[in-house]
């Protein structure tokens, strides 16, 4: 983004805080769509195909891209699994095939309901009353307008929801996108103050 000037020398020590560092935001993230792009013609470059065996509803093909794991590493975000994978997501996906640590999962108490009062995705409820008021960015292949809507006047906290095309998955543009709002709420934690304009 044209309004961040990157520092001359990014290894510099950040200055001394008064008090405890800020908590990192979280990062929520779905697996089918943004990990895993479903919906793709073909086995896109930088993939892996993946078959996961024990499932109830039979063997799942996946296509995930290692690499992903260590880009997600480096992003400014506490990792948290918002996916229909829940648990697994961590024994089968990012341990196995991204090097990830485990990671927190959302737990679901409903999943794939279509009747929701207001037209939103069947996560998006849970997902703020899950993150109770903390500051998050959400990607998901299945986000709409009307869900980032309700985020914006139902939770609390800062929120930043972005929804990925299942045909592409997570690319560099999101993962941009991603730090340049994490370097936006930094500047804007009291104390902090903006950057001196121009
Ligand atoms: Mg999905």
Known sequence: M??????????????????????????????????????????????????????????????????????????????????????????????RVLGLPPLPVIEWPTMFTTDDPDGLYWKTRHVAAWAAGRTFAWVDDEITAADAEWIAEHHAGEALLRQINPARGLVEEDFEALEAWARELDRGRPGTGPDTPG
């Open 2 to 95: 044209d309004d961040v000037d990157r520092a001359a020398d990014s290894d510099a020590a950040p200055p001394a805080a008064s008090s405890d560092p800020p908590e990192r935001p979280l990062l929520l993230l779905d697996v089918d769509g943004p990990l895993n792009p479903y919906a793709a013609g073909a086995q896109p470059p930088g993939y892996g195909e993946y078959v996961v065996t024990g499932m109830p509803a039979g063997p799942l093909r996946l296509w995930l891209r290692p690499a992903h794991g260590e880009r997600l590493l480096s992003l400014p975000y506490r990792l948290v699994w918002a996916t229909t994978w829940m648990h697994e997501a961590n024994t089968v996906i990012g341990d």
